[in-house]
């Protein structure tokens, strides 16, 4: 991705899918406060702009800032988790029109820079990729939201059924063995995906599938979330603040689960992955099965690694199709279980790239040699035992996102992420 047309082009796809994805929101909704700890969409909108501006055109192109407020109002850490930004955000015809004016200022430059300047920003084009990518996960932070206003119905979008893969085990070992872990050859990979390091992994089983919703409902039924035993101390406390009971947007109806998608009450259905769950819920599903979590290094392990050929950036090879997975948010639930023939794992694994985010046991850790880079806040100041690690995206990732190799962390008490997870154990 070094050419400038390819530059360009990754910068245009990236704003049309954000641009198609607000078009059915009127402005009054984007708007609205969403929950207690996410703001408006305008807000998230802005702050894409934000970002390209202050990285692409003063950091990269040295010009002043467009407006000095808007580091008070969009710098991510300082308004993140819910708190009230000090000054009023820009109303969606600003907005757009910052995003406009950046972006043009952007294409402007483009023509002009020195792709082949000695700056590390610019490397492999890393500071463009870094732009696309903040864009792109912010598409699914905006999907998110709009699943959190129950209240607001999101046009579904058509979407064909995706092909089975062929039958298999419920379970699928991984045979003792070294394996290399983090990015190989990703230009724009994150510092927390490097630096790359052989890891040395016992023999395990994991299972083929996500775990399924029907599964999940088996552990609500059997009493799962009143057994203590079965969840850590501090998920026993998440459990009890929270008041759970089944995962997040479940409700009991006359004949049986449903859920409310996008606005849009539905049984819920058995053979999809669960989604919505926190980690402390996987964690007491997997004790009560017998199983536990898998750490982040078994599951790249599963998904990633080719005993001939090495590193995958995919669970299916090297290149996205667009056949392989549910992703880039063509479809807003997970695939069935037992999905896309095209997107089995090197050991057999389905569905290891899309459908739902990973929850694993690992907790957010730089790998030996990190470096922090571009800036701290990118990855550093998350390391900690109070985060885990989730892998493989969602239905609403973006393909460029979805790597094998890509970490997203969050606290273990979230439900709001299209997360699930799937079981392991030793072997």
């Not at 069935?336 to 929850?359: F, I, N, R, T």
């Amino acid at each position: 991705m070094e050419s400038r047309n390819e530059i360009r082009a990754a910068l245009e796809r990236a704003r049309a899918a954000t641009d198609a994805l607000l078009q059915p929101v009127r402005d009054a909704e984007l708007t609205t406060p969403i929950g207690h700890d996410q703001r408006p969409l305008v807000w998230a909108y802005a702050q894409i702009a934000y970002f390209e501006e202050l990285w692409l055109l003063r950091n990269v192109k040295g010009d002043p800032p467009i407006s000095p407020l808007h580091d008070e109002i969009y710098a991510a850490l300082r308004n993140e988790h819910g708190e009230r930004a000090p000054l009023p955000i820009l109303r969606p015809a600003a907005a757009r029109a910052y995003a406009e004016d950046v972006r043009s200022r952007v294409l402007d430059a483009l023509e002009h820079i020195d792709l082949d300047a000695p700056n590390a920003l610019l490397r492999n084009a890393f500071v463009f990729g870094l732009v696309v990518q903040h864009e792109l996960q912010q598409q699914e932070t905006m999907l998110e939201a709009l699943q959190q206003r129950t209240d607001f119905e999101y046009p579904d979008p058509a979407s064909s059924a995706p092909d089975r893969a062929p039958s298999g085990p419920s379970e699928i070992h991984v045979a003792a063995g070294s394996f290399m872990l983090g990015a190989v050859d990703e230009p724009w990979a994150y510092d927390n995906e490097l630096a790359p390091h052989e890891v040395e992994l016992r023999p395990f089983w994991i299972d083929r599938a996500p775990v399924t919703n029907g599964a999940f409902m088996k552990f609500v039924k059997d009493k799962g979330y009143r057994s203590k035993r079965l969840w850590s101390a501090e998920g026993w406390e998440w459990r009890a603040r929270e008041d759970a009971h089944a995962p997040l947007y479940w409700e009991k109806g006359t004949d049986g689960w449903e859920r409310i998608r996008f606005g849009r009450r539905e049984p819920v259905p058995a053979n999809e992955p669960v989604q919505h769950v926190s980690w402390h819920e996987a964690d007491a599903f997997a004790r009560w099965a017998g199983k536990r979590l898998p750490t982040e290094a078994e599951w790249e392990r599963a998904a990633g690694w080719h005993e001939q050929e090495g590193k995958f950036r995919y669970p299916w090879g090297q290149a996205w199709m667009g056949f392989e997975a549910s992703l880039d948010h063509r479809r807003f639930s997970p695939a069935p279980a037992g999905s896309y023939a095209g997107g089995v794992s090197p050991v057999g694994c389905v569905q290891m790239g899309g459908d739902v985010w990973e929850w694993t046991s690992s907790p957010f850790q730089p790998y030996p040699g990190f470096l922090a880079f571009p800036y701290p806040e990118c990855s550093e100041v998350f390391f900690g035992e109070q985060y885990r690690v989730l892998r493989g995206g969602s239905w609403a990732t973006d393909a460029l996102v979805a790597r094998a190799s890509f970490r997203n962390w969050d606290f273990p008490g979230r439900r709001q992420m299209f997360a699930g997870f799937r079981c392991a154990r030793d072997g």
